[in-house]
């Protein structure tokens, strides 16, 4: 098999499970748009995604990131950067992402919105949220408790665009559990920011639990790509 043909098998597949989470919550698969994920995979394989009609792919290191997006600027795509967001890297992300989904921390926006601004165009951003129960060791992601106030400070940025919010379902847990803490976040989210309607969940591993409580958004690699060498 070629690689494309690979990509192309992994794709089927992913699309055929969107849709028949779609159908089992009763909701539209153009609801649901599909990021790919490319992480650790070459240039050459977001190519020819792109050419698989896929529209959006995400990364999560900056270096790898701003190399591959640079590679592929002839490219029609939406850059999506998922990783961990360091303070003296912010900026630079902005200048090639068009969403970033992993803001977490006040400190970043006005980084973030200079970066933007730099580039001459506002940058999407869904808030990460933290899905660990109260006491685990933290990962990534803003604690439901302090949105409010990091969304406020993402409106106020005159370069950013507050679009939603984006979450990982902890190791250790049944994701259908955390997800349905994350409906509730959301919930409570959308009364303050209605047209704020993104919700990014759902991996290879559970993007059906994620489409049933309203993702519209999953991020799949290893699904599409095949599995990664070790997650860096
Ligand atoms: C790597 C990664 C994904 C994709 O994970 P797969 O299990 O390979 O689909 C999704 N979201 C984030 C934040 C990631 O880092």
Request: hydrophobic letters at 45%.
């Amino acid at each position: 098999m070629s690689r494309r043909e690979e990509l192309a098998d992994g794709l089927a597949q992913v699309r055929g499970r969107i849709e028949r989470a779609c159908a089992e919550a009763g909701r539209d698969a153009s609801e649901v748009t599909l990021v790919a994920v490319t992480k650790f995979f070459p240039a050459s394989d977001v190519r020819l995604l792109a050419d698989l009609g896929v529209t959006d792919v995400g990364e999560n290191r900056h270096q790898e990131a701003e190399a591959k997006a640079a590679e592929c600027a002839d490219l029609d795509l939406r850059w999506h950067y998922i990783g961990g967001l360091q303070s003296n890297k912010a900026g630079a992300v902005a200048r090639y992402a068009h969403v970033v989904e992993s803001l977490d921390r006040t400190k970043l926006v006005g980084r973030l919105d200079r970066g933007a601004q730099e580039r001459g165009r506002p940058v999407d951003v869904l808030l990460q949220v933290s899905l660990d129960p109260p006491g685990a060791e933290h990962r990534a992601g803003a604690d439901p408790a302090d949105l409010a106030a990091l969304a406020d400070a993402v409106v106020a940025a005159e370069h950013l665009r507050l679009r939603g919010l984006m979450a990982v379902a902890p190791l250790g847990e049944e994701p259908s559990a955390a997800f349905d803490r994350l409906a509730g976040v959301r919930s409570t989210f959308l009364d303050h920011h209605p047209s704020a309607d993104v919700l990014s969940a759902g991996m290879s591993g559970d993007l059906e639990a994620a489409i049933a409580v309203g993702a519209t958004h999953v991020r799949v690699g290893s699904a599409i790509l095949g599995s990664r060498p070790l997650d860096r």
